[in-house]
């Protein structure tokens, strides 16, 4: 495949803060009409990769391609949508007006209407932002992340404070994104989501990829049946890469 045909890539990628180091020669694909699972612990580097596929920041050494271009063009930022774990929006508008606003950005939106049902929140249309709860606030943002019907989602979190039925909710509406061809990059600290939603998954841990491959052959590769137990087994071990086929 030609890499201009990834949705997103970084090559090769060294990123520091200063004389701290918070990514260590990653290399990663985000493949078409993939999830794809970035897992690891607090302060592995999961939000800075997110960011340098988001153009928000530069690598120090290597490569960050967004549909095989700079990731902070105007045409590639318009294809991709994204959901952070800070989300600073204007609180005094309601639901529908901020959707309506974020969806004009994006050449080719989806309906406010459809909108409001992928993300729950239909009763919710007229409420100002800063009357939504922790709950309803993680919807709203995922939303706004999906409004303008981008070709690639970067999902940081997503879920956190959300309850068990309306996370299987949003669950269902990644698949669907899938399914459609488009791509998402994941970032959770719920094993059992990753395992639910992601294709493929990819280790990290202190700024460096330990292992990567499906679902299946991480589990295999740590000899073991249960996502949680090969997690903790290969981030664990010693820093290398390790890509499992």
């Not at 949508?81 to 800070?86: E, K, N, T």
């Not at 007229?126 to 992340?145: H, I, P, T």
């Not at 409004?147 to 959300?162: A, K, N, R, Y």
């Amino acid at each position: 495949m030609l890499a201009s045909a990834i949705p997103a890539r970084l090559d090769h990628v060294d990123c520091y803060y200063g004389n701290i180091p918070a990514l260590r020669d990653v290399t990663l694909a985000v493949e078409p009409g993939e999830t794809l699972a970035l897992l690891g612990p607090n302060g592995a580097g999961k939000t800075t990769a997110i960011r340098l596929l988001l153009g928000l920041q530069r690598p120090t050494a290597g490569t960050a391609l967004l549909f095989g271009t700079d990731p902070a063009e105007p045409r590639n930022r318009r294809r991709s949508g994204a959901m952070l774990q800070v989300s600073g929006v204007p609180v005094t508008l309601t639901v529908s007006e901020l959707i309506t606003l974020f969806a004009s950005y994006y050449p080719h939106p989806l309906s406010l209407a459809q909108t409001l049902d992928a993300a729950s929140l239909e009763r919710l249309a007229k409420r100002r932002v800063s009357q939504l709860s922790g709950g309803e606030k993680q919807r709203l943002f995922f939303a706004l992340a999906i409004c303008g019907d981008p070709d690639i989602l970067f999902l940081d979190e997503p879920t956190v404070g959300l309850d068990i039925e309306t996370r299987q909710l949003m669950w269902a509406q990644i698949r669907n994104f899938v399914a459609r061809g488009r791509s998402v990059l994941l970032t959770t600290h719920y094993l059992g989501e990753a395992d639910a939603l992601a294709d493929r998954i990819a280790l990290i841990t202190g700024g460096s990829i330990v292992a990567q491959g499906t679902t299946a052959a991480i589990k295999a590769h740590a000899g073991t049946d249960d996502l949680e137990r090969a997690y903790l087994t290969l981030t664990g071990a010693a820093a290398r890469l390790e890509t499992i086929s």
